[in-house]
């Protein structure tokens, strides 16, 4: 499982309160990334990270921001949440080699706004 | 809108029968992988074709990829119940940076009746 976890693997929150959702690590790998699965959309991208303190947004980025303070954890914040940010939220970690593309998933949290 | 577009999205067969899943997708890509969902699991990374390969093999699994028409399929023979799952395809595009990140169709359900 690449030694990825997710916290908390389910949540319920009402509208308009902030989320925090954690990502952790254990085998050092420099890229991070964070998708929302959601019926008929599949997997999309929110947010990425390509090292400490580097980050980027993704194709659903909007309500969305990110930190990356150190290597281990990759957390993704909902300022406020909304009921459209309902949704199981991966979080994927890829090994920092130039040719190795492959990535590895969390068990994933399932958020639920009221 | 999703990179990758699969057909069908979803597919019934009984054990011993072959599937095969195909993925469409839109821009020149570096690579296609394939992924595998269980229930309410997360991804698990089954196999990588680069854009210069044509075809490629682990185990049951076979992957072909035409550039040319912006396709691939994968095929598993000989199917078990246990190949019950959710499959994915994800694209790396072509002239990126190597931040590796992924665009993921919409998946095809496959049921595998014993």
């Known amino acids: 499982d690449a030694g990825i976890t997710q916290s908390p693997r389910h949540k319920v929150t009402e509208t308009g309160t902030p989320v925090t959702l954690r990502c952790h690590q254990t085998e050092n790998h420099r890229y991070m990334y964070w998708y929302r699965q959601d019926p008929g959309h599949g997997l999309r991208l929110i947010h990425y990270?390509?090292?400490?303190?580097?980050?980027d947004k993704g194709e659903v980025s909007d309500g969305y921001s990110v930190s990356r303070s150190k290597t281990e954890d990759f957390l993704l914040t909902l300022e406020s949440a909304t009921s459209s940010q309902t949704s199981v939220y991966f979080c994927a970690i890829r090994d920092g080699t130039g040719v190795a593309y492959e990535q590895y998933f969390g068990p994933g949290t399932r958020l639920t706004v009221t | 809108s999703q990179q990758g577009e699969e057909d069908p999205q979803a597919l019934s067969i009984q054990e011993g029968e072959n599937a095969t899943m195909n993925c469409s997708y839109k821009t020149s890509i570096n690579n296609l992988q394939w992924y595998r969902q269980n229930s309410g699991r997360g991804l698990v990374h089954l196999i990588l074709?680069?854009?210069?390969?044509r075809e490629k093999h682990s185990g049951r699994l076979r992957v072909t990829l035409d550039t040319s028409k912006k396709s691939s399929s994968l095929l598993i023979t000989a199917s078990r119940a246990a190949d019950t799952a959710s499959y994915f395809c994800a694209t790396t595009e072509a002239g990126g940076t190597s931040y590796g990140k992924l665009t993921f169709g919409q998946g095809t359900i496959l049921t595998v009746h014993p």
């Open positions: 074709i680069r854009s210069n390969e």
């Open positions: 990270s390509y090292g400490v303190k580097d980050t």
